[in-house]
């Protein structure tokens, strides 16, 4: 039971240079979020979904794009990498708004 | 729009001793509240949950959050920790309204023998 899987788990980027991060869940579940993790900052929503073909922007969305083109897989993009978009990346899925989400292993993003 | 605040960054504490990580929400207006504990390395590990219902909620490892609606609060308490119960703690709040889960800043909790 695989649950949440994110790829890649590491990654370095050069400034200006994108990339697309992969999230998937073998749960059925309908939401599905990404958030970054900085030290002292917390986890701040990127965007989220709530189902297939749905998306929508959280706390900080700016420099970022999202997918959710089927169930199971969650796109988040970076069309432009800036040194502030050094973080850690995480995925999280649920069935509904009050139910537990369950979270992927990160990914560590580095842009140099 | 919804937020939450974690007024403690660390909370250093002696094993066994009891501790209370503090959370404080912007309006208790449609929404459910939640505790994550995240380990080294890890991803979040939902510790309980508050939906509706008795205040008091009861979770894994022995913790336990009381809701409180007119201070806005959701405080986690554990009686007697132990040194595994260090980790990271993070409070939030599922927003009924937009669907939005949002979490707190974190409150990293370190248990010395």
């Known amino acids: 039971n695989a649950g949440v899987t994110q790829t890649p788990k590491f990654r370095v980027l050069k400034t200006g240079q994108s990339m697309t991060l992969l999230c998937a869940q073998d749960?059925?579940?309908?939401?599905m979020y990404w958030y970054r993790q900085d030290p002292g900052m917390g986890l701040r929503l990127i965007h989220y979904s709530v189902g297939e073909g749905t998306t929508a922007k959280g706390e900080v969305p700016d420099g970022y794009n999202v997918s959710r083109l089927k169930k199971q897989n969650f796109l988040l993009g970076l069309e432009s990498a800036a040194p502030s978009q050094t973080s850690v990346y995480f995925c999280?899925?649920?069935?509904?708004?009050?139910?537990?989400?369950?979270f992927g292993q990160g990914t560590r993003l580095t842009v140099v | 729009a919804q937020s939450v605040t974690q007024l403690d960054s660390q909370v250093p504490v002696f094993e066994e001793a009891p501790v209370e990580l503090r959370c404080n929400y912007s309006?208790?207006?449609?929404?459910?509240l939640f505790w994550y504990v995240q380990y080294p390395n890890q991803g979040l590990q939902l510790l309980l949950k508050y939906l509706s219902g008795s205040t008091l909620v009861k979770g894994i490892n022995g913790f336990e959050a009381e809701f409180n609606k007119s201070q806005t609060s959701f405080h986690l308490r554990k009686p007697s920790v132990h040194i595994s119960d260090t980790a990271e703690y993070f409070c939030?709040?599922?927003?009924?309204?937009?669907?939005?889960?949002?979490f707190g800043t974190g409150t990293r909790l370190q248990v010395f023998p």
């Open positions: 939030a709040v599922s927003d009924r309204r937009t669907d939005k889960l949002i």
């Open positions: 309006s208790s207006v449609s929404v459910y």
């Open positions: 749960m059925n579940h309908e939401y």
């Open positions: 999280a899925s649920s069935w509904t708004e009050n139910t537990e989400a369950f």
